[in-house]
């Protein structure tokens, strides 16, 4: 049966319209993103067949073109229009920030260390300069490699704190493993952060941890 034949309310793109896209599965979403099914099956069964083939939702989207390509019901065309489409959705998320906008609370620097470092294969140390108000300055990846108390050297992080008259500062890494939990390094590393940035009257805010799923703050665990 074809989609056109569903009930109205069962439409993805009928969903969407009358419910919003939060609603909406992966595969319905991605199904509207291909407009149509390869031969002999309709767009949302062709969605759950290349998501599985892909490893789910985040297997898909971290893909480079290249790997996009291969997979069954894209080809180039569709390859090429869903990496631009993510990469639209990254540099909305950081002209949200760099426009200005004050971060207050640890929901938003959490969304946009995710859409700068969740899709890096390597492990990225980074950090968020902000003003007295909590609007950012600049973004800076200042690490990378495998993330401890040897590579991340905390005087690094407070010259590019004083190159940019920062006030605060928010640090975060991503674990490409997908377990965000902290480890003990990087708990010893952020005291260290913490204690050389006071020296200079610069906030350390918080250290995110970007993995699968919510990143993980330092400071909504009391740890700072």
């Known amino acids: ?22 609603q909406l599965s992966n595969a319905e979403l991605l ?12 767009a949302v069964k062709t969605s759950r067949e290349l998501l ?21 019901g894209l080809g180039p065309a569709r390859a090429c229009r869903l990496s631009a489409a993510l990469e639209l959705s990254r540099r909305h998320v950081k002209a949200e920030l760099e426009r200005g906008s004050a971060l207050t609370n640890a929901q938003a620097a959490g969304n946009y260390f995710t859409a700068r470092l969740r899709p890096r294969k390597q492990e990225i140390f980074a950090a968020l300069f902000l003003d007295t ?14 993330i401890n108390q040897a590579q991340v050297h905390p005087r690094e ?45 610069i906030r350390l805010l918080d250290h995110l941890v970007i993995g699968e ?10 740890w700072l």
Not at 31 to 42: A, E, H, K, N
Not at 133 to 146: C, I, K, V, Y
Not at 172 to 198: I, M, V, W
Not at 213 to 222: C, E
Request: hydrophobic letters at 40%.
């Open 31 to 42: 199904s509207i993103f291909l407009g149509s099914g390869t031969r002999g099956q309709d």
């Open 213 to 222: 799923g919510d990143p993980v703050s330092f400071a909504a665990r009391g």
């Open 1 to 22: 049966m074809h989609i056109k034949d569903w009930p109205v309310a069962e439409r993805p793109r009928e969903k969407l319209l009358s419910h919003g896209a939060a």
């Open 133 to 146: 108000r909590h609007r950012a300055l600049a973004f800076e990846e200042l690490f990378s490699g495998t």
């Open 52 to 72: 599985a083939e892909a490893g789910e939702l985040r297997g898909l989207l971290d893909r480079e073109p290249g790997d996009l390509v291969r997979l069954p």
């Open 157 to 201: 992080v407070l010259r590019r704190a004083l190159v940019h008259n920062a006030a605060a500062v928010i640090v975060g890494h991503n674990h490409p493993s997908g377990d965000p939990e902290p480890s003990a390094a990087d708990r010893s590393l952020t005291q260290r952060l913490h204690q050389a940035l006071g020296l200079v009257d």
